[in-house]
């Protein structure tokens, strides 16, 4: 296993150094994205392990994290930007480059659509009906890993925020006193909360607090509540009846799924 892993790490970063002509933000957002998907990449294998999933499926949601946002590269360089609404899907931007380039030529076809399949589907609000049991669970285990890093990412941030925003986590919006109402009604309502419903900087936290509604695994629960996740999300946050009662019920909701 660590043969092939080692042989994909240098072609995900074989693929990354090819870009040229990049700007000193544009080398600092590639260098996020690059150290990002090697984490999932841990994340997801780590979770396939704690879920006693065999060597061949450990390996495949190695390689399935590895290049889940390989799409973000040519968006960041075509678009000079991380926002899809503003550019284009960056999954479907990353499936079209792993189909156009040698990245899988070891596996057979039947895995390759299985990875393929699994990274179209970890941006998306909810995942498609129309899955196999083994498409459901890479799919829902690579969101998990996706989720817990950002989360590891965004908590760093907000216990120690520098003086200038990172926009690549604050998506350039107001900061915001009160959470918008659509965003509160989901969340309350036990819902992930919609990106298009998102207004200001307090609204995307509430966002990220709303991730526990779509999160599947128990190791990923668990882990999520080793490191705080929540608690630091919270403390980051203007304290007030609303956001009182968010953080309550997502609490809640964590520890029930751990005690189950």
Not at 97 to 112: A, I, K, M, P, S
Not at 166 to 174: R, S
Not at 204 to 229: A, C, G, H
Request: proline share 2%.
């Amino acid at each position: 296993m660590e043969e092939r892993t080692g042989l994909a790490i240098k072609k995900f970063n074989d693929y990354v150094d090819s870009f040229t002509g990049l700007s000193e933000d544009q080398l600092t957002n590639f260098e996020i994205k690059k150290n990002h998907s090697l984490r999932v990449a841990d994340l997801a294998l780590l979770l396939a392990k704690n879920m006693e999933l065999n060597e061949t499926e450990a390996q495949l949601a190695y390689l399935i994290g590895l290049f889940h946002d390989i799409g973000r590269f040519r968006q960041l360089k075509e678009y000079n930007t991380f926002n899809d609404a503003k550019s284009v899907d960056h999954a479907e931007l990353g499936i079209e480059v792993l189909r156009q380039g040698d990245f899988f030529n070891d596996l057979d076809e039947g895995q390759v659509e299985l990875m393929l399949l699994a990274i179209k589907q970890h941006n998306k609000l909810g995942l498609t009906k129309d899955l196999s049991d083994k498409e459901r669970l890479f799919a829902k285990l690579i969101r998990d890993a996706d989720k817990l890093d950002i989360l590891r990412v965004i908590t760093d941030y907000y216990s120690n925020p520098k003086a200038t925003p990172n926009h690549t986590l604050t998506w350039e919006m107001p900061k915001g006193g009160t959470v918008s109402k659509d965003v509160s009604k989901q969340i309350l309502n036990g819902a992930p909360v919609a990106k298009e419903s998102i207004n200001n900087e307090l609204d995307i936290k509430v966002m990220q607090l709303s991730w526990v509604y779509d999160l599947n695994y128990r190791p990923s629960f668990e882990l999520m509540m080793e490191k705080r996740y929540l608690e630091k999300i919270y403390n980051s946050m203007p304290k007030n009846d609303m956001v009182i009662e968010i953080y309550r019920k997502v609490k809640v909701f964590v520890e029930n799924k751990l005690i189950a």
